[in-house]
């Protein structure tokens, strides 16, 4: 580790280097480390509670990685791994259950680069990743395909093939076909949305040869005349052959929290996974 001295002359024998802290020797690295914990008065001081000194993440940067090597935090906090690995440019990953931590993390390394290079250069390509945790908003904007294909997943159904989408049923859970709305909120499920799924399930082998008569639906919501259209596919079981039993349910129920806590191992906990959220109602006024 580095020895600064306060001068450089009277040494002999030992080779005398210079850094911006001034001119240092290398000795064998000591077993304790002083470094001064971090006070109100220091710049670096965000007020987070369990923040660390740069200096100690810095020294530990220097021995354990190189330029690019990749650092990462899983408890992040304030985010003084993350800023000391941004200004030694290494590579980093940071993560905190905390949506706080995050929010402040994201906060102080985009200060950290404008005060390193101005406010006219972008900030570096970093991006903040809210998991289990989705907005609303940014899932209406997704396409189709891709929305369809996370909410069966998060429900615990496997995507069909692109024929099987075309034909209308765009999913299994187990034996029974899945059905999933449109991404935007506005686009509640019809009664057509309903018969075309009950007429696509006709056509499958299960439905002909296993006498499947069981289907589900998934959506952020439906509409009355949809609710009506499938209790009279379910009533037909009294008297028709071809009766449908749909089983409709909201995206954003408890009823499908229900199947993403069922998808919980020994290795993830999926209990709390999942939650939806709305982005905040904001209501101005003037007189």
Known sequence: EKSYLSHKYGFSNIEIKKDEGGYYTEVGMRDVWDIPALRGNQPETIGYPTQKPEALVEKLAHLLTGVDDTIADFCCGGGTTPAVAQRLGRRWIACDQSRVAVAITADRLTRQVEEQTGKILPVPDFTVEHWGIYEVRRLSD????????????????????????????????????????????????????????????????????????????????????????????????????????????????????????????????????????????????YK
Not at 196 to 219: C, E, P, S, V
Not at 244 to 260: Q, T
């Open 142 to 285: 997704a396409p189709s395909d891709q929305f369809r294909a996370f909410v069966l997943r998060a429900f615990g159904a496997v995507v069909e093939s692109v024929e099987e989408h075309e034909a209308g049923i765009h999913g299994y859970k187990g034996a029974i076909p899945v059905w999933v709305g449109e991404p935007g909120q506005t686009k509640a499920v019809t009664a057509t949305d309903v018969q075309a799924f009950a007429n696509a399930i006709r056509k499958t082998l299960r439905y002909k040869q296993d006498n499947l008569r069981d289907g589900i639906m998934l959506a952020w919501a439906f509409r009355r005349d949809a609710m009506e259209a499938a209790d009279r596919l379910r009533r037909l079981e009294q008297t028709d052959l071809n009766f449908i039993r749909l089983d409709m349910i909201r995206i954003d129920s408890p009823r499908f929290r229900e199947h993403v806590t069922a998808l919980t191992t020994d290795h993830a906990d999926y209990e709390n996974f999942l939650t939806f959220v709305q982005p905040p109602k904001v209501e101005a006024g």
